[in-house]
């Protein structure tokens, strides 16, 4: 064999390590002698190092991740001597034994042959001192490890030209060892076999033996072969021995945890957000840029180490030796956001500057200015298509253009002398002085570098302009805790798709309801409902112009369907294209969390609630004193028309259940409400309307109330028939379907607040949802609560929930979509728009004469 791998150096250990441990499913598999035990005179002394079997314990609990030992002992003595877990898959006899029944399997002819070869070869090791045979259920081992060289080389001979010969013997060479077995496989099959069993992508294969050649050369691309000790070889790398196995096996195990549990990423709810109305950017506490999609917030990332860890991309910008920062929070009324150090400030922002003060730029432009003294490194690391598009650069004068498929960005760094790397993933790394002038970092991504026309001064004086101009046109006059509730308004605004006029759920996909679990959803979408009621609570503050785009993009969808009846519950923010769920294997999730999801399956669901939300946002208009037009007031037709034509059918409800549908109480309620906000839009604008919506609205009503009631429970329950509650349900009374002061309606609240409410949450529901893992509190539902109180007459308690609500706002003002109350944890993606609508209504309620 040909260049034959040196010793692994320290640094290329940790590197080989690095990048192998990022494998979405990987096996780790070893031989046992040479390679976890040292060689030993006597086979039945040779243990593991102690670290080794640490190291392997501890990869087999994690997730995705398998390991094999695959070794030329018989089974049961392998698992004698390792002592390893049933979690470890075990390979006895070269790959001949999979499990102890193995022997009975043999034909025969097989177990004759054995038994013939087996007394031949106990023969001749009597004949001198040193040889030793071992019978294994498809083979004899001959050692020869204590004889004279002489003698044991004479010996092999003796056996190749003897029993080695025979016809159905399969012969063997190892270190000091020849093994006779009647069954044809190898180390190299039995590798095969495992990892096909596994699904594994990757394989980390060590051995220090000749019959570990067999699994070496079965290795191919992003696999890693390491032949431990001396000795031609077919694999790429090469340890000194036992121990440095043992070292190898051990960072394996520290790096692997790592990448699964995503590091040092920080709580969920510490992010802040940064917008322009067309795209989105999440920046950490210690200002990592580590989520950003582009051109659109449901495009491919840029930076997704949120998600991914270093590899998926990300934007560091931090003094050196100033350690955390001292602080992070928005200028005011804006999303223009600061971080401060002792001696040196980053503002950050995405430019919203434009031909007009309230129209943001049709490009995309991230821009941070670094103000202050001393040295301070930037870190570059975009990474396209969530990591998966090969990046390369150009540098040229103060400009580094990064290339990724048909994307580019480019990045305007004046000064910044950069230590580029882009071997195996582009990193662009840069250190600069500060003397008291500002450093303005550009990132353009679409558009001509045309920066002359307007100075940084001058963009952030009109971002500041774009976002504090419409916050303060908002009624927030005898409102409680209007700070507050001007932070939810700006991140309802900010989740506005300007060029559409779509309105995003949130701005993540899968950050998890349950830290390292499957719960992990895309929610950069825009659904109807979640959208309508997003514009509501807008609109009831005094803002109209997103309601009213909205109706648009909802017009133009509704128009393009063969009937209203088919509206999606989800769609992509630009145009009707499905959005299929798939899964990103290569991105471990946030803290472990996995899969990580792109698309929605909740797009091919029946959700009959979406309906009522849609009308109710034209009747807060109408109520608001905004004229309708035609065209929403045919839009409020259509919506009428779905309900009559679907409310009586199952659906998957508002909380998109994957599992088989029901006559979820909600979703009646929303239809009802649908025609009966119509009712009340015709009378405000004098329209005339059909004779039968009335009786429609009448017939729903009664069917929710006699058939959604649920006596034993003595409350509204999740569907038609069930037991189980449902925070949902709280809308009999929210929508008017029932009367504020009726006993069910109270029983209900009593019922939710005892079944689903602990702390400062109200959960969904307690139910079976056909998903493993239990999801945090949920917060809309908690202010759905809130609501409820002020209506039922019970203030004290509102208020009290209110407060306790207002506690869970992250440091800079943004609210997740849960609250888990046993870990002190905000949950899912981030920031939800849920959560914060319910807080401005939570806030309005609570402020009503």
Known sequence: MNDQPAFMAPAQIAARISEIARTPILLVASDYDGT????VDDPAAAVPHRESVAALRHLATMPDTHVAVISGRSLRDLATLSRLPAEIHLVGSH?????AGFASALTADQLELRNVISSELAALAATTDGFMTEAKPASIAFHYRNAPAEAGEAAVQQ???GPGSRPGVQVKLGKDVIELTVVATSKGTALDRVRAMVAAEAVVFLGDDVTDEDAFVTLQGPDLGIKVGAGETAATERLADTTATAQFLAQLCEAREAWLLGGNIAPIHEHSLLSDQRAVALVAPDARINWL????PDSPSVFAELLGGRSAGYYAISPLGNGAPISQDYLERSLVLRTRWADVTLTDYLDCSGDRPDEPAGRVNLIRVLEGHGEVEIDFAPRFDYGRSFERHELF??????????QRLELHAPGVAWDI???????????VTLTGEPLVLTMLYGADADLERLPESERRKQTLVHWRSWV???????TVA???VRRSALTLKALCHQPTGSVLAAATTSLPEVVGGVRNWDYRHCWPRDAAMSAQALVRLGSTDEAVALLEWLSERVEALPGPEQLRPVYPLVGDAPIPEATLPHLHGYRGSRPVRIGNAAEQQVQLDVFGPIVDLVHEMALAGMTISERQWQLVIAMVQAVEDRWHEPDHGIWEERRPQRHHVHSKVMCWMAVNRALRIGRLTGRSYPDGWELLASIIADDVVEYGWNEKVGAYTIAYGDTELDAAALHLGLSGLLAADDPRFASTIRAIERELRVGPVVYRYRLDDGLPGHEGGFLLCTSWLIEAYVLAGQHDEAEALFKRYRGLLGSTGLLSEEYEPSTNTMLGNHPQAYSHLGLINAALALSLP
């Open 159 to 161: 056996i190749l030209d």
């Open 36 to 39: 976890l035990a040292p060689l």
């Open 472 to 478: 303060d046109r908002l009624n927030l006059e005898n």
């Open 421 to 431: 790397t882009d071997e195996q993933e582009f990193r662009a790394v840069g250190r």
């Open 293 to 296: 999609c582009l051109p659109a």
């Open 95 to 99: 790959g001949s034994e999979f499990d």
């Open 397 to 406: 004068e103060d400009w580094l253009t990064v290339f990724g498929g048909n």
């Open 482 to 484: 209007p700070k507050d």
